[in-house]
């Protein structure tokens, strides 16, 4: 899942663009909107000149972007307050591991109907994008940012160490042999941030999943990590981490990225978002799916989604009516592909500037073929977060504290399951 950085904009402007519904609205004027997209600089630029396209060629509808909040991470938390005041914007960005949350609230508008519509094309976006979206049966949001995990790896680092790039069947076990070989010299094989955070947890739920596990019951009620193939998966990083000494432990999260940039780290998993600044430190570079277990090499999507707030039948009909607009490839291209994202639908990789963005962003096709090793979704529980953390807690002892695999994720199984039994 992508985070963008903080607004220079103040949330007070966001807050007054988003308050109440206008008098020409209730006159039965343009219907006017408010957009809140958590976007800055560059992004915003693009946002402002997509909502001035749209009024242009749709003079009864006006839509007013807004920052919303200084940064996306706080989204949630907003939108909440002034939903209790009886006031919301008519559209904003949000996470998705945010929509089981999102479902229960009665303002959420249900785009159920919006993306049925032939003319929408749902099924031209990737599963991993629709699954994030429908919440039992419930269409909460219209993807609006997809990426992956994978792996990239720097190629100069592989070429002095002798070793053969990464090929699409490597297995875990190839990563932890080219990790070691790759340690020397003051270089480190790869990188694990251990914040403890979902950007920990996320990048170890692929790893249960291509060895066929789940993360909790089907039925939602109980954790179902805490499997001998989960143990094995962290006791690999583990190893790798305590034994070879091959991983660098980023206990902030926020430096394996410029050591890899600096050709410190030899491969990092991530995503397509950190190609841009890898290219603009000039890095020789290429990009492979995931190790695999048995053949398996799935991965993890982390969509994101505009949600529509219910302000009135006339408004939201109008703001559901502009992300079908917002999401078709011709636009989708603009938004997504002009930002260095993936396009958020397959009809989107026949454009022209789909073909000059995989030439402009070398290897940014993996990512975008890696969309179908993404084939499930984070689990639709309203607790997810508070779980997750139980979880990144977890993998954060065993690799820095040295605590038995097996261990810890028993305790954070049973910590994961007072969670969610607190949310029934």
């Given at each position: 899942?992508?985070?963008?950085?903080?607004?220079?904009?103040?949330?007070?402007?966001?807050?007054?663009?988003?308050?109440?519904?206008?008098?020409?609205?209730?006159?039965?004027?343009?219907?006017?909107?408010?957009?809140?997209?958590?976007?800055?600089?560059?992004?915003?630029k693009v946002i402002d000149e997509l909502a001035a396209d749209y009024n242009k060629s749709h003079p009864d509808v006006k839509i007013t972007p807004a920052v919303g909040t200084t940064n996306?991470?706080?989204?949630?938390?907003?939108?909440?307050?002034?939903?209790?005041?009886?006031?919301?914007?008519?559209?904003?960005?949000?996470?998705?591991?945010?929509?089981?949350?999102?479902?229960?609230?009665?303002?959420?508008?249900?785009?159920?109907?919006?993306?049925?519509?032939?003319?929408?094309?749902?099924?031209d976006f990737w599963p991993s994008e629709r699954a994030v979206s429908e919440v039992n049966g419930k269409v909460v949001g219209v993807p609006a940012v997809v990426d992956n995990l994978g792996?990239?790896?720097?190629?100069?680092?592989?070429?002095?160490?002798?070793?053969?790039?990464?090929?699409?069947?490597?297995?875990?076990?190839?990563?932890?042999?080219?990790?070691?070989?790759?340690?020397?010299?003051?270089?480190?094989?790869?990188?694990?941030?251990?914040?403890?955070?979902?950007?920990?947890?996320?990048?170890?739920?692929?790893?249960?999943?291509?060895?066929?596990?789940?993360?909790?019951?089907?039925?939602?009620?109980?954790?179902?990590?805490?499997?001998?193939?989960?143990?094995?998966?962290?006791?690999?990083?583990?190893?790798?981490?305590?034994?070879?000494?091959?991983?660098?432990?980023?206990?902030?999260?926020?430096?394996?990225?410029?050591?890899?940039?600096?050709?410190?780290?030899?491969?990092?998993?991530?995503?397509?978002?950190?190609?841009?600044?890898?290219?603009?430190?000039?890095?020789?570079?290429?990009?492979?799916?995931?190790?695999?277990?048995?053949?398996?090499?799935?991965?993890?999507?982390?969509?994101?989604?505009?949600?529509?707030?219910?302000?009135?039948?006339?408004?939201?009909?109008?703001?559901?009516?502009?992300?079908?607009?917002?999401?078709?490839?011709?636009?989708?291209?603009?938004?997504?592909?002009?930002?260095?994202?993936?396009?958020?639908?397959?009809?989107?990789?026949?454009?022209?500037?789909?073909?000059?963005?995989?030439?402009?962003?070398?290897?940014?096709?993996?990512?975008?073929?890696?969309?179908?090793?993404?084939?499930?979704?984070?689990?639709?529980?309203?607790?997810?977060?508070?779980?997750?953390?139980?979880?990144?807690?977890?993998?954060?002892?065993?690799?820095?504290?040295?605590?038995?695999?097996?261990?810890?994720?028993?305790?954070?199984?049973?910590?994961?399951?007072?969670?969610?039994?607190?949310?029934?």
């Amino acid at each position: 899942m992508k985070v963008h950085g903080a607004a220079a904009l103040l949330l007070v402007a966001g807050l007054l663009a988003g308050c109440g519904s206008s008098s020409s609205d209730e006159a039965g004027g343009p219907v006017e909107l408010t957009w809140w997209h958590g976007q800055v600089e560059t992004q915003a630029k693009v946002i402002d000149e997509l909502a001035a396209d749209y009024n242009k060629s749709h003079p009864d509808v006006k839509i007013t972007p807004a920052v919303g909040t200084t940064n996306v991470d706080d989204m949630l938390q907003k939108v909440q307050a002034v939903l209790a005041g009886g006031k919301a914007p008519d559209i904003a960005y949000m996470y998705g591991t945010w929509m089981p949350h999102l479902a229960k609230n009665p303002k959420v508008y249900d785009l159920t109907a919006t993306v049925k519509a032939p003319e929408f094309g749902w099924d031209d976006f990737w599963p991993s994008e629709r699954a994030v979206s429908e919440v039992n049966g419930k269409v909460v949001g219209v993807p609006a940012v997809v990426d992956n995990l994978g792996v990239i790896y720097n190629k100069k680092l592989f070429d002095a160490a002798g070793l053969d790039y990464p090929d699409k069947d490597w297995t875990w076990d190839d990563f932890r042999t080219a990790a070691k070989q790759l340690t020397k010299d003051g270089v480190y094989g790869t990188a694990y941030p251990v914040t403890g955070a979902e950007d920990t947890v996320w990048r170890f739920w692929p790893m249960i999943w291509q060895q066929g596990g789940a993360i909790v019951t089907p039925d939602g009620k109980k954790s179902a990590f805490n499997t001998p193939q989960a143990v094995q998966a962290l006791g690999l990083w583990s190893a790798m981490a305590r034994q070879d000494k091959s991983v660098y432990l980023d206990q902030n999260g926020e430096k394996f990225l410029p050591l890899f940039q600096s050709g410190k780290v030899g491969m990092i998993i991530a995503g397509p978002w950190a190609l841009l600044d890898i290219i603009d430190h000039k890095v020789d570079y290429g990009v492979q799916v995931l190790p695999g277990y048995n053949g398996n090499h799935e991965t993890i999507a982390g969509p994101d989604n505009w949600v529509v707030f219910d302000n009135g039948s006339r408004r939201a009909k109008a703001a559901a009516d502009f992300l079908t607009w917002l999401t078709r490839p011709e636009q989708d291209a603009r938004w997504t592909l002009g930002l260095g994202n993936l396009p958020l639908r397959k009809a989107t990789t026949e454009l022209p500037a789909y073909k000059k963005f995989i030439k402009d962003i070398p290897d940014m096709d993996v990512f975008t073929a890696n969309l179908d090793n993404a084939k499930q979704a984070r689990p639709h529980v309203p607790a997810y977060p508070e779980f997750s953390e139980k979880v990144g807690n977890a993998i954060s002892e065993a690799l820095v504290g040295g605590t038995p695999p097996q261990e810890a994720l028993a305790t954070a199984a049973t910590e994961a399951d007072t969670v969610l039994g607190r949310a029934r």
